[in-house]
């Protein structure tokens, strides 16, 4: 705790990082008693505020329909936020035991699951994500499905190495030595040396899972209006560039300030957790 907080404190950068996070994070939560306009995260209109520019109590300005545009971002935090969170919470366990797995067991193994990574890794992750998102409805669960499905290859790809490093340790051979199961090694002995490589890929993609879900929306293949995404809010802002500006460059500056306070965390967690570069 004290080596991290001294990083922290020689860094500017990390102390960024950690403030835009926690801004984002503590909006998305407590939009609720944030926001000036509640109603203006669904379907409301109202054409006598529609289009305005920034100003009072509009300090964003508002959308095309009225809608307050500083309470439709707070609220697409939000759905940002558990998109990245639950992509994550199924994408790691999946690619870390598939990883684990190649890594340590080998032979047959290894070759059957690392050439079936190697596809998933062979297709860009957009281009992948489209292709399944053109197939289903356009949702959040569905766009949740979409995004876990080109993220899980890359912690396979990380564990898989490092556990081939990691099962020629004393500490490996030993535990195999008194009659460890696979299983026991592979949880217990070798996933535990991996998990600070793991935790600070986790914090980078976080930011990049949430660049691609704004990706997909602005394509017209994630959330749906009237539901707020930031993604979506930028797609449409930018049919009436230059004149209604606001549309466009506060939800593109949301976009910009999460990942942006994702990748400075990301940065200082590699460097407290000593994880090569």
């Not at 356009?138 to 081939?164: C, D, E, F, Q, S």
């Not at 026991?184 to 998990?195: A, D, K, T």
Request: proline residues 6%; hydrophobic residues 55%.
């Amino acid at each position: 705790m004290k080596k991290t907080l001294i990083i922290l404190m020689r860094s500017p950068l990390s102390l960024i990082g950690l403030v835009l996070v926690a801004l984002v994070v503590f909006s998305a939560v407590f939009a609720d008693f944030i926001v000036p306009f509640p109603a203006h995260k669904g379907a409301v209109v109202d054409f006598v505020n529609f289009n305005k520019p920034p100003e009072w109590p509009y300090i964003f300005g508002t959308d095309l329909v009225g809608r307050d545009l500083f309470t439709r971002i707070i609220y697409a935090y939000r759905i940002s936020l558990i998109l990245g969170a639950v992509v994550l919470a199924i994408a790691v366990p999946i690619g870390v035991t598939i990883g684990l797995a190649a890594g340590y067991i080998g032979g047959w193994t290894e070759y059957l699951l690392m050439r079936l990574t190697d596809v998933f890794l062979s297709i860009p992750p957009l281009v992948l994500a489209m292709s399944m998102m053109g197939l289903l409805e356009p949702t959040l669960t569905n766009g949740m499905i979409a995004v876990t499905a080109m993220w899980w290859p890359w912690y396979t790809r990380l564990v898989y190495n490092l556990a081939r490093s990691e099962k020629e340790e004393g500490y490996v051979l030993a535990a195999e030595v008194i009659g460890a199961s696979k299983m026991h090694v592979m949880f217990r002995e070798i996933l535990p040396n991996c998990l600070p490589s793991i935790v600070t890929k986790m914090t980078l993609d976080f930011g990049f899972v949430i660049l691609i879900a704004s990706s997909l929306s602005f394509l017209g293949l994630g959330v749906q209006p009237p539901t707020p995404d930031l993604g979506s809010m930028v797609a449409e802002g930018a049919k009436y560039l230059p004149d209604s500006w606001w549309l466009t460059v506060f939800p593109g500056l949301a976009i910009l300030i999460a990942v942006f306070g994702f990748n400075l965390i990301g940065d200082a967690l590699r460097e407290i957790l000593g994880v090569d570069q």
